[in-house]
């Protein structure tokens, strides 16, 4: 592509410059983010960091796009039945965002390969995964370096996305994993027991619903399996808590943060 046919980038992403100013621009326009974890969560998270015009994504998960994707994943389409969840959205990244340096790790994070995963230096991390495991190493390579970090709770058994919010791990309700995440860096990594404990997280003040018995067995008869670790699910609550995490990392990469 030449010159004179290079995509118009302020104007596709100058709106943010009138919302956050000269410096928060610069910084959100810089920003270097991985998402770990590219389901229903994680994938609206790099679209919408792709639609903030951050300069690099690095997208991580090992796992390729199902028909039982498609209700929540922003990736998943007819067209990218089979394929690696990471490059179908670097795909779509390129067609957002041309500039942004969008690198694929097709591993699931652990607490053997963290941070030896990532390709290059990232300025904030997004934990969109749902192993408690994976979730206590990330979490605690990032309070030990005070790193812009987001973990993200469960969003499966949850109808409300009103009902989507952030808090310090230490005050987070009706959330098992990150009960589970919370009771392991406590007991592990030596989090605080009182007080805050330091790491941001989205998640839901709506109580899980049990997904209905007898829909459960009919499913189970057809041979399908069930997403979200056996609840259901909804594209309005994980594409909210995939916006929510975004604007949370995007928060504390601005100036004066108070993150």
Not at 130 to 139: M, T
Not at 236 to 252: H, K, L, P
Request: overall charge positive; charged content about 20%.
């Amino acid at each position: 592509m030449s010159v004179a046919e290079a995509p118009d980038l302020e104007r596709r992403f100058g709106a943010l410059r009138r919302l956050y100013g000269d410096e928060g621009y610069r910084r959100v326009r810089a920003a270097r983010v991985a998402v770990v974890g590219l389901g229903g969560v994680g994938s609206w998270a790099v679209e919408a960091l792709a639609r903030c015009g951050v300069a690099a994504l690095v997208l991580i998960d090992l796992d390729h796009v199902a028909e039982s994707n498609i209700n929540r994943q922003v990736q998943a389409m007819g067209a990218t039945l089979g394929q690696s969840k990471a490059v179908a959205l670097r795909e779509r990244i390129a067609d957002i965002h041309p500039g942004c340096a969008a690198s694929v790790v097709e591993e699931f994070a652990n607490a053997a390969n963290w941070p030896a995963l990532l390709p290059h230096e990232v300025d904030a991390v997004i934990d969109a995964c749902d192993q408690v495991r994976a979730k206590a190493a990330l979490a605690a390579w990032a309070l030990a370096g005070a790193r812009a970090f987001v973990s993200v709770g469960a969003a499966g058994g949850k109808q409300l996305a009103q009902a989507v919010d952030v808090a310090d791990l230490a005050l987070v309700t009706h959330d098992p994993l990150l009960a589970s995440l919370r009771q392991r860096l406590r007991r592990e990594h030596g989090a605080a027991r009182q007080g805050r404990i330091g790491l941001r997280c989205v998640y839901s003040r709506e109580a899980v619903r049990a997904p209905d018995p007898g829909v459960v067995a009919a499913i189970g008869q057809g041979g399908a399996a069930l997403s979200c670790h056996g609840y259901g699910s909804l594209v309005t609550v994980t594409a909210s808590f995939g916006m929510v995490a975004a604007g949370e990392v995007i928060a504390q990469l601005l100036p004066r943060a108070g993150r």
